[in-house]
């Protein structure tokens, strides 16, 4: 079940995150992120390419502001992508799901 990415559930993917990588089965997790809240059409970065399965090194949430002038300034989630550029969602601009997985340790 894919959920929705944006400032309000930013807390909900760190969540997943944390508990993914606490259960002691994965050495990292993966992220797919999805411009329909089925989770079926899957989104692209700025090269062209897939965001399905991607690995990811950092997050970053920014609250909503107001500029110098008191417009609004809407917040917004960066995910830094291991193998390409970053890719933003900003609030009341753009809309995104997600899912991630985790990535198995393997005994050796």
């Known amino acids: 079940m894919a959920v929705q990415l944006n400032t309000t559930t930013y807390s909900d993917l760190i969540t997943g995150i944390n508990t993914t990588l606490s ?6 997790v993966t992220i797919t992120i999805f411009d329909d809240a ?4 899957v989104s692209k970065d700025a090269n062209g390419n ?7 090194s950092s997050t970053t949430a920014k609250a909503e502001t107001k500029d110098e002038a008191g417009n609004t300034v809407n917040g917004s989630v960066t995910i830094s992508l291991n193998d390409g550029p970053e890719y933003t969602i900003t609030d009341n601009v753009n809309t995104g799901w997600y899912t991630l997985s985790g990535i198995s340790i393997f005994s050796r």
């Open 23 to 28: 259960s002691g089965q994965y050495r990292a």
């Open 38 to 41: 089925a989770g079926t059409a």
């Open 50 to 56: 897939l965001l399905l399965n991607r690995a990811f």
